[in-house]
């Protein structure tokens, strides 16, 4: 690095050349003549044409030269300044790309204080390089209208997709247009960063990378060209940047797909550069300046050689091929020792990991399909990779950094493993007919199982996500059923939400190639796991009689069963048990199955509370009603039936057909005991009692409080919540829930738990404020609730965070747009309120009994409001509950339901338990009672008919408890009796 003085030195002639060339146009102008445009024009070319000086860096003085001559300019006149923009853009027309270069930095100093259009000027500049006009035009509009939309947004990313007019102008041009938009785009890659980085972005990630990723239609001379520019060429404006050494990423990604695109003979033309690459690569004589494509582009490269001079290809693998050290490397230098030795396997290995995404080209799985023809072995081989990597269990190495560090697949190994995926999937299909193909799909989705499991010891949460991606999107393009239910089963075990977004694409795509939507294919693909109708799966062990099943009870409760000559026994005894070990241990790895399964269905089915979804009475009884792992749940819901989807409605309980039939018959019992018979033509939707009246509704209630009858969820008693004239008034947003003071650490495991994401709360930049989102499955809807921090840990994570609004947005195309909640669907509506209303009530800081005996008066007024104040919805519906439980119950004339608490007589004082919070106080002075748990033996009889968040079997409890108060014994509850 030099010092100031040189530095000043160095650029002091130029810079007093501008001085003085602007100091004559100046004086000229001042004469009335319009100045000496073009001296100030030449000193300021001169000035960009200086070098740096000798062992000085282009960042080092060259700036503050840079900014002397922008304040210069800036001290001109205005008349003057347009002068000179004109002049620029007179000389631009006959420029090529390095004078262009020129002129954009001379105009970007020029314009740099004042000028509201800059952007378009330094656009137009460059697009001087681009004929002819009409494309010009386009392209001009497209990169302008993205440039805006990322700076109007504040965003880094420019915008991508169909959001993105580059990417649809894309779209529209023919191949000749697309290339010359290409040539445009390599000319200038890397100019206008610091003038326009929204133009620079938008020219190069968007325009020129979607261009990267079309067939293109390179000849094999263009291609040639391509190649050799990468090595040799150079961008505007960056000189620093090309060396001998480096190859320029902006022409290699135009040049690779150009390349793979050829065929094998147009590529032998191409083979001598690729050898002096390829030796160059590997002797580290030379780079890629770019780290991503650094990864992948030595790979492709490779491959392109072998294609190229098939004579030069090695007998063998290359020395250190799948030499990584971890699991799955390690083992597969054991266990696939003879494929790695044999000649004829190495050219499709050596496809293998040339795949660069998680998807392969069209060019990719036909040269995937050539080698395959080539070597018979390919679908055995493959297979016996992709079942060891499910095989592989999870290692870690104690040696990197004196740190843990896991290891399951390395990134070379996964990028080998990626490619093995696509090419099984490509070859296995027209292995074996339609049998490969289900072969294939069971074991593409025991790979997506195994690599898309979630596990924070990983950085990306997944054991493996770009494999696991890559069998799921592999598996969307198999024509199979059996593709369908492998797409199902991991869709119900992914718990990483980018991941449950992929399967969830692929479920899409899938479904609409078999012509059903993502729902019908879930339900149409819930797995029986053996289960028979009767809700057994029986394994006979051994020859002494004895049978072990799983039993599948009417509650949908799933447990192993223990039977000898048809009588149930307790236990089996240890001979059998260690004769039919293994029997028992498979038996119980499928209940587990069976237990997710069910735990699966009955959140799927509340799910669809939230939808208008109907269903013919042919897929009614076959996917619900006579499913042997669905039945238990289905029978026990109400449903409506109706001739049209516009209704009338009739509400009732599933009755089962007379006789051992079960497709045909099926009837609905209503509240009052009559029966509907549900005909072929009939239309079925699940009850929820915001789409029905009140005396339905309460009909419903007493039946299964007097039958009694448990749901599997809360159904009949489940809470209403409708549009209040608050949130009339608001339009699109409600503030029913604003205002609460929640724990932050179980709010955000509700919310996971409900399927809402996004919530991430602390002090760091952006977790002053967040929200958690909720897309509904099978609707275009979601909720957002918005939350603030209010105080953090120790460790930066927040502590408590406050509730504000809840809005709801409807997806328009790609985008999500705010809705008025007059316009939500009535149903969607409650059950989004309803799951917010949850994290309120057991987050909240209220439900807390021991919040004020901290010795801190933190939020205390609100702590007494929350725990004895008004009731939300899910408190009235638990009022209701209980003003129909407790006169059931032994203590019915010591209990009395009010508005907003539960009075007790107990033998010493008089009790009021408050609906909401389940906080106690003592009459007549109104003292808190402070009971953190209350476990009652009679409270547990008290029969419940639905599962509930436990406070109302918390209140049940109390009541109980307190009924009986000169009982009690706890000495943390007696002394805060005032004494007798």
């Known amino acids: 690095m030099l010092e100031d003085e040189e530095h000043v030195a160095h650029y002091a002639e130029p810079l007093a050349a501008i001085e003085a060339a602007v100091a004559a146009a100046v004086a000229a102008g001042e004469a009335g003549e319009l100045g000496e445009v073009s001296g100030v024009l030449d ?123 580059c990417a649809l102008l894309v779209g529209r041009l023919d191949e000749g247009e697309r290339r010359t938009v290409a040539r445009w785009v390599m000319a200038l890659r890397g100019s206008l960063w610091s003038e326009s980085r929204e133009l620079s972005r938008c020219r190069d990630d968007v325009l020129g990378g979607t261009l990267a990723k079309r067939r293109l239609g390179w000849s094999a001379e263009e291609a040639l060209g391509l190649l050799r520019s990468a090595r040799h060429g150079h961008a505007v404006g960056h000189p620093e940047e090309r060396s001998a050494e480096a190859l320029n990423p902006g022409e290699l990604r135009f040049a690779l797909p150009a390349a793979e695109q050829l065929s094998d003979a147009d590529l ?19 780079r890629v300046n770019d780290y991503a494509m650094g990864k992948t582009a030595p790979r492709r490269l490779k491959a392109l050689l072998d294609r190229a001079a098939p004579a030069a290809v090695a007998p063998a693998l290359p020395e250190g091929f799948l030499g990584s050290q971890d699991g799955f490397a390690i083992q597969a230098r054991a266990d696939l020792a003879d494929v790695l030795a044999d000649p004829a396997a190495a050219p499709l290995l050596l496809h293998c990991p040339t795949l660069t995404s998680v998807r392969a080209t069209a060019t990719w799985l036909r040269r995937c399909r050539e080698l395959g023809r080539a070597y018979p072995q390919a679908v055995d081989v493959l297979r016996r990779v992709l079942r060891l990597v499910v095989a592989t269990e999870v290692m870690y190495d104690e040696r990197e950094f004196n740190e843990y560090r896991y290891v399951f697949l390395r990134s070379e190994s996964a990028a080998f493993v990626r490619g093995a995926v696509w090419a099984y999937t490509a070859l296995a299909g027209s292995d074996e007919g339609g049998a490969g193909a289900a072969g294939a799909a069971e074991l593409l989705g025991d790979l997506a199982v195994h690599c898309g499991r979630k596990d924070t010891r ?52 899938a479904a609409l190639r078999s012509g059903l939507t993502r729902e019908q294919v879930i339900e149409r693909g819930v797995p029986d796991h053996g289960v028979d109708a009767t809700g057994r799966f029986e394994v006979r062990l051994g020859e002494e009689g004895f049978i072990a099943a799983i039993v599948v009870g009417g509650e949908g409760a799933a447990a192993i069963e223990y039977a000898r000559d048809g009588k ?48 013919t009475a042919g897929e009614w009884v076959t996917y619900y ?73 309460t009909a419903w209630r007493a039946a299964l409080t007097d039958a009694p009858f448990r749901q599997p969820f809360k159904q009949a008693f489940r809470e209403r919540y409708l549009l209040t004239p608050a949130e009339e008034a608001t339009v699109s947003y409600s503030n029913r829930f604003a205002g609460h003071i929640l724990r932050y650490g179980r709010t955000k495991a509700l919310t996971v738990a409900r399927g809402w994401s996004g919530l991430n709360l602390g002090a760091w930049s952006s977790g002053a404020s967040g929200e958690a989102i909720h897309e509904f499955p099978g609707t275009e809807w979601r909720a957002r609730f918005f939350l603030e921090t209010v105080t953090v840990t120790d460790l930066a994570v927040a502590e408590l965070c406050s509730t504000d609004q809840v809005r709801f947005e409807r997806k328009e195309g790609r985008t999500w747009q705010l809705a008025d909640l007059v316009d939500v669907p009535a149903g969607l509506l409650s059950e989004g309120l309803r799951d917010v209303d949850l994290f309120v009530a057991v987050a909240s800081i209220g439900a807390d009994p021991n919040w004020t005996d901290r010795g801190e008066a933190r939020h205390a007024a ?108 706890d000495p943390t509850i007696l002394r805060q009796f005032p004494a007798r």
């Open 625 to 697: 009603l006579a499913h042997p792992l669905v039945a238990p749940i289905a029978r026990r819901l109400i449903w409506e039936v109706g001739t049209d989807p516009d209704g009338p409605w009739t509400s009732g309980l599933p009755q089962a057909p007379d006789g051992g039939d079960l497709t045909t018959g099926w009837r609905l019992r209503s509240a009052d005991g009559t029966t509907t018979d549900v005909s072929a033509n009939a239309v079925i939707r699940l009850w929820h009692p915001v789409r029905a009246d009140l005396g339905d509704t």
């Open 268 to 286: 032998r033309h191409l083979a001598t550069d690729l050898r002096v690459i390829v030796d160059d690569l590997e002797a580290d004589r030379l």
């Open 862 to 969: 609100y702590w007494h409001e929350y725990s004895f104040g008004a009731l939300p919805e899910s408190a009235v519906a638990r009022r209701e509950t209980l003003a129909r439980l407790l006169p059931r119950t032994r203590i019915a004339d010591r209990v009395e339901v009010g508005e907003r608490f539960v009075r007790v007589r107990g033998d010493l004082r008089t009790y009021k338990i408050h609906l909401g919070s389940g906080n106690v106080l003592m009459e007549p002075d109104d003292t808190y009672l402070c009971i953190v748990s209350a476990r009652s033996e009679d409270a547990g009889k008290v029969f419940l008919p639905f599962e509930e968040d436990g406070v109302l079997s918390l209140i049940v409890s109390k009541a109980f408890l307190l009924a009986a108060d000169a009982k009690i014994t």
């Open 43 to 165: 000193a300021l070319l001169r000035w960009e044409a200086a070098g740096p000086p000798p062992g000085g860096a282009w960042t080092y003085g060259r700036s503050r030269a840079r900014r002397q001559a922008e304040i210069m300019l800036a001290a001109a006149p205005l008349t003057l300044r347009e002068a000179v923009i004109r002049e620029v853009r007179a000389r631009a027309v006959d420029q090529d790309r390095d004078g262009i270069g020129r002129l954009t930095t001379v105009l970007a100093v020029v314009a740099s204080q004042w000028c509201p259009g800059r952007r378009e000027l330094l656009l137009d500049l460059q697009l001087n390089l681009l004929h002819p006009e009409p494309l010009r035009s386009r392209v001009r509009e497209a990169l302008l209208t993205d440039a805006a939309t990322m700076a109007a947004s504040g965003a880094w990313r420019p915008p991508r997709g169909a959001d993105s007019a």
């Open 458 to 509: 990983f950085i990306t949460s997944m054991v493996e996500s770009t494999v696991a991606n890559a069998a799921v999107a592999a598996l969307s393009t198999l024509d199979s059923p059996g593709a369908l239910d492998q797409l199902r089963r991991v869709q119900g075990m992914a718990r990483h939400r980018t991941f449950q977004k992929f399967v969830a694409s692929a479920l899409d795509a």
């Open 568 to 615: 149930v026994v307790r236990s089996l005894p240890a001979a059998v048990r260690d004769a039919c070990a293994d029997d028992i241990k498979a038996l119980k790895a499928r209940l587990k199955e069976v237990q997710a399964t069910l735990r699966t269905e009955r959140d799927r089915i509340e799910a669809i509370l939230a939808t208008d979804r109907t269903w």
